[in-house]
């Protein structure tokens, strides 16, 4: 999915968890919402800086051919992406997380809980919705195995055409969901603020 949805996402998770007075280590885990995309943005970045203004291709699009042997073959960008993609990496980063956090009691072993927590939601989202190029399911111990899902949320030819709609739509409908919670958050709290100074009022004159 987009990186964007899965913040949405999260952050909708993240409200309904603080709801119900869960112990969410509230950044974190929106940070881990986007941040395992962002080694893969910054080595497009470069890719694209590099490819298109300082060193371009003579026949065609390096976005291409060339754009999907650096995905998949270069080690530097399977290992960027896959650092917070990877399940084993992810059960690593959770076990160092919950040791330190909850066996050593320091706060910021709890934060990595939460943020490894955030990642995986996004890991488990993009295995799901990737047909050929989602994350690698034992990377360090296997450099090549990903699940084929029957669903790519950009593919056509895998149902894209089906989920982009979909997807943003549902963007669409948690950001109205927000909107929605913070206006009848700030009546309530315009409705106490009013009740407040009737009473004030009322105990002045009294």
């Not at 949805?5 to 950044?27: D, N």
């Not at 080595?43 to 060193?55: E, I, K, P, T, V």
């Not at 993609?85 to 980063?93: G, K, Q, R, T, V």
């Not at 709890?110 to 919705?129: E, K, N, P, Y």
């Amino acid at each position: 999915m987009q990186t964007y949805s899965h913040f949405f996402m999260t952050a909708l998770i993240k409200a309904k968890l603080e709801k119900y007075q869960l112990p969410v280590h509230g950044k974190a885990f929106l940070f881990g919402s986007f941040m395992p995309d962002v080694p893969l943005i910054l080595c497009s970045l470069w890719f694209m800086a590099y490819y298109r203004w300082l060193n371009p291709p003579t026949d065609g699009d390096p976005f291409g051919a060339m754009y999907d042997n650096y995905y998949f073959n270069h080690p530097l960008w399977i290992t960027g992406h896959s650092l917070m993609h990877s399940p084993p990496m992810l059960a690593l980063w959770f076990s160092l997380g919950y040791y330190f956090g909850f066996r050593r009691d320091h706060v910021w072993g709890r934060s990595l809980c939460w943020f490894i927590t955030g990642c995986a939601f996004h890991a488990m989202v993009d295995i799901m919705t990737h047909f050929n190029d989602g994350p690698l399911l034992f990377y360090p111990f296997d450099w090549h195995y990903r699940f084929s899902s029957p669903i790519s949320y950009y593919d056509s030819a895998h149902y894209g055409h089906i989920f982009a709609p979909l997807e943003h739509l549902l963007d669409l409908g948690i950001i109205a969901y927000f909107i929605t919670c913070h206006q009848w958050v700030q009546r309530q709290m315009n409705r106490l603020i009013a009740m407040k100074t009737v009473n004030t009022s009322l105990e002045n004159i009294n």
